[in-house]
């Protein structure tokens, strides 16, 4: 986590790794087998950081949107096999992802930066342990939608997560509209 420019082209190539290229492998290796039985679903794990970016998480909004675009274009690829795919969008659920083992913060390299990195990175900190969504509660529901005859698309996890992805449709919306006519 850090503000883009202080990212490192490693670190930020590491994100993308994990976050899309980890799923693209493991999902290459499934479909031959998922092909060769006509039915299948994959889940893959997005976040609503694969909806709407901030700042202090480029390099992770960037691996989240990419998954996005890839699974939504996966979709109707498989889908005359029997295979169907869901992302689960979830908010903040109380994960390891936000402890100081699982995240990495970029150096500060840039003054221009330093102010706001002393404000974000302990909030960042902060939350860790305290985010509003449980991960009990969360895996049971999933194991409800996965188990649904026709399980959506994209399936939004977490109360933070529903506002943020109802945020963001009505913001695109209002972009449309305003310059429709120029559109």
Request: no cysteine.
């Amino acid at each position: 986590a850090g503000f883009f420019e202080e990212i490192t082209p490693e670190n930020f190539r590491a994100q993308i790794e994990t976050n899309l290229f980890g799923p693209v492998n493991v999902t290459r290796a499934a479909l031959p087998l998922m092909r060769k039985q006509q039915s299948g679903l994959i889940v893959t794990i997005s976040s609503t950081g694969g909806i709407k970016g901030q700042a202090f998480v480029s390099a992770y909004s960037a691996s989240k949107f990419a998954v996005e675009g890839w699974m939504e274009s996966l979709a109707p690829e498989v889908e005359p096999f029997g295979i169907r795919t869901m992302l689960v969008e979830p908010g903040f659920f109380r994960t390891d992802l936000l402890t100081k083992e699982s995240t990495a913060y970029a150096d500060v390299s840039i003054g221009d930066y330093a102010e706001r990195t002393a404000q974000t990175r302990p909030a960042w900190e902060a939350m860790s342990g305290r985010q509003g969504g449980d991960p009990a509660k969360l895996a049971t529901a999933l194991v409800t939608v996965v188990e649904q005859e026709q399980p959506p698309l994209r399936w939004v996890a977490g109360a933070d997560a529903v506002e943020t992805v109802e945020q963001k449709a009505n913001d695109l919306l209002a972009q449309v509209d305003a310059y429709r006519d120029l559109s």
